[in-house]
């Protein structure tokens, strides 16, 4: 079964950036749609951005469209979380997640399991 590892959060300012990474073990990375979630305290999970297979498409929430930017590496098996201007509503745990449609990996259901998580703190 696929493992996924989360990376790169931390404590950031209103207005900063982070990169979070994602790798994934198995050989089956590049036939997978991937996706970032979110989860802050006390709310659900929720969708943040997805792309597809072969990096071609992207989809992302409104909240972060036009900050954020997925990307994906699939010769490291890697899937990327590039987020600039980060606003203190964006404070949550991150997880990445794989699935078979872009549709269905949006509402949450993936296939395997959810990572760890990595924190995301932006203080104001």
């Known amino acids: 079964q696929v493992q996924l590892v989360e990376s790169g959060g931390g404590l950031v300012q209103a207005g900063g950036s982070l990169r979070l990474s994602c790798a994934a073990s198995?050989?089956?990375?590049?036939?997978?749609?991937m996706g970032w979630f979110r989860q802050a305290p006390g709310k659900e999970r929720e969708f943040v951005a997805t792309?597809?297979?072969?990096?071609?498409?992207?989809y992302y929430a409104d909240s972060v469209k036009g900050r954020f930017t997925i990307s994906r590496d699939n010769a490291k098996n890697t899937v990327y979380l590039q987020m600039n201007s980060l606003k203190p509503e964006d404070t949550a745990v991150y997880y990445c997640?794989?699935?078979?449609?872009?549709?269905?990996?949006?509402?949450?259901?993936?296939?395997?399991?959810w990572g760890q998580g990595t924190q995301v703190t932006v203080s104001s």
């Open positions: 997640a794989m699935g078979y449609s872009g549709p269905t990996l949006r509402q949450g259901r993936i296939s395997g399991s």
């Open positions: 198995g050989r089956t990375f590049s036939t997978y749609v």
């Open positions: 792309i597809g297979a072969s990096g071609g498409v992207t």
